[in-house]
């Protein structure tokens, strides 16, 4: 029954949302259950995208500082940095209350720091003036 919210990296939504429920309901199966996450419980929100795959937008390298600093999680700026700016700004929309539960799911991607080291650099230092 509960909702699954997808933030699309790379992707429209209506492209996205098909890849996010077959992954969800393989993730289902996997811990056992005989059931399928129904189409419409999944939604992906395509606005964290930027430019494209790849592409880190200001909003992604102020999730990556905010993880950073606050919480010492670190991001990539291709997957979960855009991921979690799209929870921040979920947040900041109000789309949760104090009362509910939320789980982000870190993919990894730390290699793609070394990548996006001007970015990063750049980003990191303007968080700390």
């Known amino acids: 029954p509960l909702p699954v919210q997808g933030i ?58 905010i993880a950073a600093r606050d919480e010492a999680i670190i991001l990539d700026p291709v997957y979960t940095g855009k991921a979690m700016a799209g929870l921040i700004s979920h947040v900041r929309e109000g789309r949760f209350g104090p009362d509910d539960t939320v789980v982000f799911l870190h993919t990894g991607g730390s290699p793609a720091l070394f990548a996006y080291n001007v970015e990063m650099d750049r980003s990191l230092e303007s968080a700390t003036r």
């Open 8 to 65: 699309s990296v790379s992707r429209p939504s209506p492209l996205q949302e098909a890849k996010v429920q077959e992954l969800s309901s393989a993730t289902l199966h996997h811990l056992g259950f005989d059931e399928d996450v129904p189409a419409d419980r999944v939604h992906v929100d395509d606005r964290f995208r930027g430019p494209g795959y790849g592409y880190p937008t200001e909003g992604t390298l102020e999730a990556i500082t």
